[in-house]
């Protein structure tokens, strides 16, 4: 038998939860545990500390998934590491991919996120306006340091080169053992890619009305509404009911399950291959199909912040917010 391949796991600024579409194969993962070794997986799931990754042989990692986005000088640094340790690395979820949601945050100003979270919240109470420091002397004696804090998320392909990509917040675990075997085969896309079944949420969507039985196509948008002024109607096209949704133009590895419990598609899983600024491809799509100006002053209503909406996912990756 072929020697197994050696997998590392490294969590940036993120939940976690991308790492948990890893546990959630369930059976599956028993079997994938025969093919390879997982050689690190930090902060989450083992006892390890970085200096284990720093002392490994360059290369010795034969795949590293990196998920979270980076916002701390920490990252910046874990991520050239494991950069250095592996062979191939995937950007594993949408934090690492594309920013996340956390990437909205590079639309305020730092010290306006820290007053936000540490002093001018009903629950806070810290009248002296403290803050965390990068580096601190406790007693005279004790330097304590914490990671500094940068101005902008970043994506991890604005770190380090990125091999693949797998969209999903997190990614849906079926998906998960797709790309797993697709590792283990060798039957990978060219580098740079998404690894992706390449089909739209839209074409996953059991509500598409290209799909129905009397032929109906797409209709214009001739409202704009808001999952808060009711519910949808569970048959028809979200869309179509004036519910803005990205199925469109987002890939539909997870299966549409947001639609699938009557929630519009959101744009998680990242863009259509093909398109690099989702943002704007999402701006496009729902610009195109709006019936007239009353319906956009509708949506400028509705959505006050429209960089916050349509890259909710995407904002670190987008060419305009880069430009700004």
């Not at 290369?59 to 991520?79: K, N």
């Not at 998404?194 to 996953?204: L, P, R, S």
């Not at 959101?266 to 259509?272: A, K």
Request: net charge negative.
């Amino acid at each position: 038998m072929a020697d197994k391949v050696k997998v590392g796991f490294l969590l940036l600024g993120g939940c976690a939860g991308c790492e948990m579409a890893v546990v959630d194969l369930s059976e599956k993962l028993v079997d994938v545990l025969q093919h390879i070794e997982v050689v690190f997986w930090a902060p989450t799931a083992a006892d390890v500390k970085y200096t284990d990754l720093e002392s490994m042989e360059d290369g010795f990692i034969d795949v590293a998934f990196i998920d979270g986005m980076v916002r701390l000088d920490e990252h910046i640094h874990m991520a050239n590491v494991m950069r250095k340790k592996a062979k191939t690395v995937i950007a594993f979820g949408v934090c690492a991919a594309l920013g996340g949601t956390a990437g909205m945050g590079s639309l305020h100003d730092k010290n306006d996120l820290f007053e936000k979270a540490f002093k001018n919240t009903p629950t806070t109470d810290n009248p002296d306006g403290v803050f965390p420091q990068p580096q601190c002397l406790v007693d005279g004696k004790y330097d304590l340091t914490l990671p500094a804090y940068e101005d902008k998320v970043r994506t991890l392909n604005q770190i380090i080169d990125v091999d693949y990509y797998i969209g999903g917040c997190p990614p849906h675990h079926d998906h998960v053992a797709a790309a797993v075997t697709a590792l283990l085969t060798g039957n990978m896309p060219p580098k740079g890619s998404w690894i992706t079944n390449g089909k739209a949420v839209c074409d996953v969507c059991e509500r598409n009305p290209a799909g129905k039985e009397n032929g109906q196509g797409r209709a214009m948008v001739n409202q704009i509404l808001r999952t808060i002024e009711g519910e949808p109607d569970k048959e028809i096209c979200l869309l179509q009911q004036g519910y803005l949704c990205f199925g469109p133009i987002t890939q539909g590895d997870c299966g549409g399950l947001c639609l699938k419990v009557n929630i519009p598609c959101r744009g998680c899983g990242g863009p259509i291959p093909g398109n690099h600024d989702y943002g704007a491809q999402a701006l496009s799509t729902i610009g195109s199909i709006i019936k007239n100006e009353e319906i956009t002053h509708q949506l400028m209503e509705k959505y006050p912040n429209l960089a916050k909406f349509f890259y909710r996912y995407a904002l670190p990756s987008g060419t305009l917010p880069r430009r700004m």
